[in-house]
């Protein structure tokens, strides 16, 4: 009894001092500069389905798709349950630990007496042999709190993933859509020029027109039929990306060929009051490296403490008999202490390094944090200038139109100049090429808008 009260005293006084734990305590960053931080990363709710907002069914199939193929997405996935398996090992560290071991050892002469001259001997053990590093300075704790701050991390940049895998496929779906558009575009402009062109060699034919605006009509042809390859090889480039992102190979993407970008009926808002902060990725994944680096000091810290660990053995040894019983019953208790009293400089330094890279990760988040709020106003004032731009480019493409109709009509009833026809034919295939450009990319930087505020953005 009294041994039993000897022994919970001792685990009692261990488990007391194995309490505290050195080094600095995290808190995760509340303002950098006149910035507040209040809320901690948050997935959007609509993160994945964001784009059923469009009404866009390809878009919405691809993404679908992609969520569930994407080969990145695999490896982000992976990297999670990697993480946290590392931080369960480390968990496991806290507890003792053991073997059960079974052993057989037969020898002959096993020492150099002569008495033992031609003795044969034989024996075996079998038991339990238990190690258990007691944490008395939170060594392993620190490593814990780091190993779980990392896991975490992994887990936020496989969220990540995901939003930038969905960025990706609805951008190249853009530059798909925005490819085919101008290429319809072009076969429509060149028809149209093939067309002026049959009336001009006709009154050519008739004696009233000349070499130089056959010529003139000639060039104008050409040059569009130049851009055509141009828009194929553009077409094809985006069926490339797309199906990579997919893991399909390229030409399996079966979409329709209706080229129409989507759009949305309403305008995206940003909520009053509302901290997109909070929905950043990047920004949740460099506090948690710091949070890892901060418990990566109390791990180095530990060191200029005693360490203090505890094994032993519970089983039975036996010699030639190989009986089991009582008096063949053994154990052993060996507390050991070790200091790195004669090796403080080098602890001192790893402290240091660990100090210096936890204000590396400090410095590295503070500016994390200026990097997405300036992401974040400049996509949402990128797309307002593209939108504005191409609301004038399509009142210039219908101002072009009208005068090119007008310019066709006084040609073929013979009051106007060609040079006139062609100039506006010329004007009207720039702006209308432009037009198709501009869609495009109003489009590409709805989806920055998105990236830009990890998916937390809304429509009205």
């Known amino acids: 009894m009294t041994n039993i009260l000897k022994i919970g005293t001792l685990a009692g006084l261990l488990a007391a001092l194995s309490a505290c734990a050195v080094g600095p305590d995290y808190q995760a960053p509340t303002k950098v500069e006149n910035i507040a931080l209040t809320n901690t990363y948050q997935q959007a709710a609509k993160l994945t389905n964001w784009w ?141 020029l093939r067309q002026t062109r049959t009336i001009v060699r006709a009154r050519f034919q008739a004696g009233f027109a000349s070499e130089l605006e056959i010529a003139r009509i000639d060039a104008q042809v050409f040059q569009v039929e130049a851009s055509v390859p141009q828009m194929r090889t553009l077409l094809a480039r985006a069926d490339a990306t797309l199906s990579a992102l997919l893991a399909k190979k390229p030409g399996q993407l079966a979409l329709s060929n209706e080229p129409d970008l989507p759009q949305l009926s309403q305008p995206v808002a940003l909520v009053q009051g509302e901290n997109y902060l909070r929905y950043r990725a990047d920004v949740a994944s460099s506090e948690r490296a710091l949070a890892a680096s901060t418990a990566r000091i109390g791990v180095a810290t530990a060191d200029l403490y005693p360490n203090v660990s505890v094994s032993g053995f519970l089983g039975f040894l036996s010699g030639p008999g190989l009986t089991l019983g009582g008096e063949t019953k053994s154990w052993s208790v060996a507390p050991t202490l070790s200091w790195q009293a004669a090796d403080l400089g080098s602890v001192k330094a790893r402290i240091r390094q660990a100090e210096a890279s936890s204000d590396i990760a400090l410095a590295q988040f503070e500016q994390q944090v200026f990097d997405a709020l300036a992401d974040m106003q400049f996509s949402l004032q990128s797309y307002n200038f593209s939108r504005q731009q191409q609301q004038s480019t399509e009142y210039q493409w219908q101002a072009s139109e009208k005068a090119m109709t007008i310019a066709r009509q006084r040609f073929e009833a013979g009051s106007g100049e060609f040079l006139e026809l062609l100039e506006a034919q010329r004007d009207a295939l720039q702006s209308r090429d432009q037009l198709a450009l501009l869609e495009q990319q109003s489009f590409n930087l709805l989806v920055d808008i998105y990236r830009a505020f990890g998916g937390g953005i809304s429509v009205i």
Do not use: C
């Open 52 to 192: 059923q907002a469009f009404g866009d069914e390809d878009l919405n199939h691809l993404i679908k798709i992609a969520l569930d193929e994407n080969r990145t997405l695999f490896q982000a996935q992976a990297n999670v349950l990697r993480a946290y398996a590392i931080f369960r090992d480390s968990a496991n560290d806290l507890m003792p630990k053991g073997t059960l071991d079974a052993g057989y050892q037969a020898a002959k002469n096993p020492t150099v007496l002569s008495s033992d001259n031609e003795a044969i001997t034989r024996g075996y053990s079998t038991g339990a042999n238990l190690t258990w590093d007691i944490d008395l300075f939170g060594k392993v704790r620190r490593a814990v709190e780091a190993s779980l701050a990392e896991a975490e991390q992994a887990d936020i940049l496989w969220q990540d993933a995901q939003l930038q895998i969905i960025s990706q496929v609805a951008a190249s779906y853009g530059d798909y859509r925005g490819a085919q558009f101008r290429l319809k575009v072009a076969e429509q402009n060149l028809a149209n």
